[in-house]
């Protein structure tokens, strides 16, 4: 298939890679193009930028946590009615999991995909020496493509000629743009990184911002060129495993989702749709019950120590979710899901409120990071695994859960040498997890939730 394509990649994190991206989806779909966006890694709040732009989901693509050909599967069947696809990458370029290895970085990705890469350069206060280090970057690994760079943060439009003469001069790839520092393009950041836009804030003046600068100091005709001359060499695929299903939805399955809870991979959802569930959204924020004929729930992650009052406020929809946990439907809890589920959130004041109550004990903010890529093992049989199945994952969160009672059974044992031995809760047909899972890696998962939510409503119809 041949796929116009491209790789936003940076030298570091914080170069500006995110608002370069997002800025570039807006500036050619305000040509008319049709913008498949795509994030590399496991992040959750990048994404939700790129799909404000795009007007359509964000996809991760993980080579860590999915096997390659899934994620080389599951951009192609992403850019299926797309023009263009625009992906984001993580970290610098080379920065996967492991020192000694660049699995699932930037640069895997591209070679799975073979897609040329333009890189964002933080210029601040140098010349000469941006062009030698995207020269370096670029002779490192001549299997690469790196197209051209974008200069961020220059002084003025004189120091970024510097840059494009000194790119000139040594062979580097060329400069095709540039970006003025500016305040106006400057993201908000808090502990877990930048605001989702699912979050009060003025997003869209922000990216008109950022497109009349991109429109105004880079070569976007030059960029859409490298673009439209990625090799054609992706084969077409089907779906994985999983087959559309046209037939009767078979449960409706509950999705948390609002400025609290945001944190869920597209695919976990396309997964389940496909799988034969209806998915019904609602917000433990403002709605008073889970929604009607509910047969399964699922609490992604996102940020609940910021709105812990307001979830305590709402009393109704913390007996609802409660009363279903007792009544045995199927609940899927992640990070921020299983926060809400303990009996009370200590937030970064010490401040703490009442919540769910399905976990005893507290959710305590922490000021030290959990972050990392996690390899679990099923525990015990359950209606989402069989015992000894395993998985990768990714924890990120600065909360711990403490005073959990010592007689509940963990969900997940460590399949890898990790800081931690057991993670996770089962509690009746109640499952809660630190781990955020992409189940394209095991679309069963999908399955089994919706036959559990089936067999559930089933019984309690009887």
Known sequence: MNIPRIIIAATHSGAGKTTFAAGLIAACRARGLRVAPFKIGPDYIDPSYHALAAGAPCHNLDTWML????????????CKNADLAIIEGVMGLFDGKAADDDVGSAAHVARLLDAPIVLVLDARAMA??????????????????????VANRVGSAGHAKLIAQAAESIA????????????????????????????????????????????????????????????????E??????????????????????????????????????????LAFFSPLTDTKLPDDTQGLYLGGGFPELYASELSA???????????????????????????????????????????????GTSQMSPRLTLGYREVAAMQDNWLWQAGETMRGHEFHYSNWSESPTNVSSLYRAA?????????????????????????????????????????GMRIRD
Not at 247 to 270: G, H, M, T
């Open 416 to 456: 890898a040498p990790a800081p931690w031995q057991t993670e996770g809760a089962i509690i009746g047909n109640t499952l809660a997890s630190y781990v955020h899972l992409h189940w394209l890696a095991k679309p069963e998962l999908a399955i089994r939730f919706v036959a559990a939510g089936k067999d559930w």
């Open 237 to 278: 695929y089907g779906i994985s495993g999983n087959k559309p299903n046209h037939s009767p939805k078979q449960c409706r399955i509950a999705i948390a989702r609002d400025a609290a809870f945001s944190f869920i991979y597209e695919d976990n959802l396309d997964l389940l749709i496909e799988a034969g569930a209806q």
């Open 128 to 149: 000469r020496t941006a062009a030698v280090l995207v020269k370096g970057i670029a002779d490192f690994d001549p299997r690469l493509h790196i197209g051209g760079f």
């Open 314 to 360: 709402n009393v109704a929809m913390r007996h609802s979710i409660q009363a279903a946990s007792r009544a045995g439907m199927p609940i899927y809890a992640e990070c921020g899901g299983l926060m809400y589920l303990t009996e009370t959130i200590i937030d970064q004041q010490g401040q703490g409120y009442a919540m769910v109550g399905v976990l005893a």
């Open 67 to 78: 096997p390659p050909e899934r994620v080389r599967e599951s951009f192609v069947r992403r």
């Open 172 to 235: 580097s790839p060329p400069m095709i743009g540039h970006l003025v520092r500016n305040d106006a393009l400057v993201l908000p950041e808090r502990h877990l990184g930048l605001v989702p836009t699912n979050e009060s804030g003025q997003w869209h003046t922000w990216l008109s911002e950022v497109q009349r600068q991109i429109e105004a100091s880079v070569n976007l005709d030059q960029l859409l060129a490298l673009a439209n001359n990625a090799p054609a060499t992706l084969p």
